[in-house]
């Protein structure tokens, strides 16, 4: 069930990402004659990349039952999706090249950042370790304070 969190990330992740691309270079697909959602049909365009937005949000608030991740991780890549999802919604709202601009941009940083989330708050696969991701990106959050022993 983790392998599939993971997929379903990435699967979703690239409709906003190529929906919002696509939507920029309308003019040229359509001289060019290419069939592209954006060209033959651009309000289903906007709706797809506004669902997997959504969906993304949903998979990664769902990732903990997987054992996939902590509940950290649900948290944490919370307020990402939710921008993520807030861009999704401009370009649904009001689909030009500014907004599919900003969902493209924000699609950029918005993947590796929430990898390395996922990766951050993993589970351990020993059970004595499993505070450890916690403690962890508490550290990476907070900067990290040597102990006053060492």
């Known amino acids: 069930a983790a392998a599939w969190v993971v997929a379903a990330v990435l699967y979703s992740w690239q409709f906003p990402h190529f929906n919002a691309l696509s939507w920029r270079l309308r003019p040229d697909y359509s001289r060019a004659g290419y069939c592209m959602m954006s060209v033959t049909n651009p309000d289903l365009c ?7 937005c959504l969906l993304i949000t949903a998979v990664c608030s769902l990732a ?3 054992e996939l991740t902590t509940w950290a ?4 890549s919370l307020p990402l999706n939710l ?3 807030h861009m999704g919604w401009k370009f649904y ?3 030009n090249n500014q907004s599919a601009r900003k969902l493209f941009m924000v699609s950029l940083w918005h993947l590796p950042v929430l990898l390395l989330c996922m990766f951050i708050c993993k589970k351990s ?5 499993k505070n450890d ?10 900067g990290f304070q040597p102990s006053a022993g060492v």
């Open 73 to 76: 991780f649900a948290f944490v």
């Open 125 to 129: 696969l020993e059970d004595k370790d």
């Open 93 to 95: 709202q009001n689909a």
């Open 46 to 52: 906007r709706r797809v990349a506004l669902r997997h």
């Open 64 to 66: 903990p039952f997987t």
């Open 83 to 85: 921008y993520f999802t």
């Open 133 to 142: 991701n916690v403690t962890i990106l508490k550290d990476f959050i907070l």
